[in-house]
């Protein structure tokens, strides 16, 4: 579901999710990606709560801090979004999609 965010294709990614809920409600994998689905539309309030249901799954999940981390960003909460970032590297310290997401957030701020 991140290649189809990135390649900002939105009918796939929708389809993907929609597949995913009727596959299996309580995997992870599924709020992720229709966590996806809904950042893609900008829909950065709403995706945080299925990020969120997907840590409530596995709260061993660096991608889901990863991805929570990535919404506060996109509605400038940068304080919730090192939390979620120093989150997932706690899960992962070799995640570095979340080094690179609190990097861009210090980044910012000078």
Not at 19 to 29: H, I, N
Not at 94 to 108: L, S, V
């Amino acid at each position: 579901s991140t290649s189809l965010w990135h390649l900002k294709n939105e009918v796939e990614l929708s389809y993907l999710a929609q597949s995913a809920v009727e596959f299996d409600k309580m995997s992870p994998l599924t709020w992720i990606v229709v966590g996806n689905c809904l950042s893609l539309q900008k829909e950065h309030d709403t995706a945080l709560k299925f990020f969120r249901r997907a840590i409530q799954l596995d709260p061993h999940n660096a991608w889901a801090y990863t991805l929570s981390a990535h919404e506060f960003v996109a509605n400038e909460d940068f304080e919730k979004a090192l939390c979620g970032f120093r989150q997932a590297i706690g899960e992962n310290p070799r995640h570095y999609n979340a080094w690179y997401g609190m990097g861009n957030i210090y980044f910012r701020q000078e």
